[in-house]
């Protein structure tokens, strides 16, 4: 009988929900579940029935043994029998209880030896200035835990930090609004589209951009960390709280995420155009380039125009020598040597020679 059958509860149900908080791993979790089916078994049992590749069976029994979640009888068998879960949990979740407040009770002498290292940093209120690699990755850690609301980032060369960010996923389990943008580089590196398409599953919003001038965390809009320097020996990074500055970056990194391109269905940006492009080619609004472009043409046309009769009317010259002139025949007068004199043509109170 395998453990799916034996127990009545599917493996992908909520059931294992926050063991890993009581040191018990999806494979033990099984074995428990097994064992709670069963009432007694053996190690042979568990190796048979219940689905495992590479671990330890008896290892696993004897974790659970030492959690007080099951017992082993004493006889050469080697039998292992459940305990009452009710009972048993809950004096385990107890135990953790007391745990975690001892740990807790160690927080602030654990956080003064932190701060008599990042005071050697600090420059001012609301405004530290770091040189450390491990501070500086402390800093983004702490942004992580501490974001409630929404979480501003750039990425980019270089890194503090293992390529792996395992706080992330748990960030977005609480339902943070995570928005990085990317610069095109940081694609060049081997795995880097797995990684950012594995974090999009997990609710990380995500666009590129072509470059970008430094490396930036903000969280909740109320603190800020961005990197003063690109050195990839002797780092350097400011962390602001609060304040204008803050606002500054909020502001500056809205510009560039409204600038920069969506993630590309596939692992490549040939072809993928700026948002601002796509904008003017949507809504018919020029570029700054090509707004430029057209003034020179009016301003070369316009000076073309201009002739030495035409001097004090380069307006009316302009319009008058761009209209039809089908409807109505020009006659030509004989002059004194053969040419033709000009026409004058009054208009707003003034004459203008047409030269014809």
């Known amino acids: 009988m395998t453990a799916e059958a034996g127990s009545g509860v599917d493996p992908d149900s909520g059931f294992g929900a926050g063991f890993d908080a009581v040191g018990i791993d999806d494979d033990t979790r099984l074995v428990y579940r097994y064992v709670l089916a069963q009432g007694t078994v053996r190690v042979d049992d568990v190796v048979r029935d219940v689905p495992l590749e ?75 200035v770091i040189d450390d690699p491990a501070l500086i990755g402390a800093w983004y850690t702490r942004l992580e835990h501490e974001v409630t609301g929404e979480f501003m980032a750039f990425d980019r060369p270089p890194y503090v930090l293992a390529g792996e960010n395992p706080v992330e996923p748990l960030v977005l389990e609480r339902g943070v609004l995570w928005r990085a943008v990317y610069a095109a580089e940081v694609l060049d590196r081997p795995g880097a589209w797995a990684e950012m398409r594995y974090a999009a599953s997990k609710g990380e919003r995500a666009r590129i951009a072509r470059t970008l001038p430094t490396k930036l965390a903000i969280a909740d809009r109320r603190t800020a960390l961005v990197s003063s320097t690109l050195d990839p020996h002797r780092p350097t990074a400011i962390v602001v709280e609060g304040g204008p500055l803050v606002d500054l970056l909020c502001a500056a990194f809205e510009a560039v995420w409204a600038d920069s391109i969506e ?29 430029r472009a057209r003034r020179t043409r009016r301003s070369r046309a316009s000076s073309g125009c201009r002739s030495a009769r035409c001097a004090g009317a380069a307006r009316t010259c302009c319009a008058a020598s761009a209209r039809p002139t089908a409807s ?17 043509v009054r208009r707003s ?8």
């Open 54 to 128: 590479g671990t330890d069976a008896a290892g696993m029994l004897a974790r659970l043994r030492a959690a007080g979640l099951i017992n082993r009888t004493s006889g050469g068998e080697g039998e292992y029998t459940a305990v009452d879960p009710r009972i048993a949990l809950r004096a385990l979740t107890e135990r953790t209880e007391t745990h975690l407040d001892r740990i807790r009770a160690a927080i602030p002498d654990l956080a003064d030896l932190f701060e008599q290292t990042a005071d050697a940093g600090e420059s001012g209120a609301g405004v530290h």
């Open 263 to 291: 993630v590309p269905a596939t692992d490549s940006l040939e072809g993928a155009a700026p948002r601002t492009a796509v904008r003017a080619r949507t809504t018919g609004r020029c570029s700054p380039c090509s707004a």
């Open 328 to 344: 109505r025949p020009v006659r030509r007068r004989s002059g004194a040597a053969g040419s033709d004199p000009p026409r004058r």
């Open 349 to 356: 109170g003034h004459s203008v020679d047409l030269c014809v």
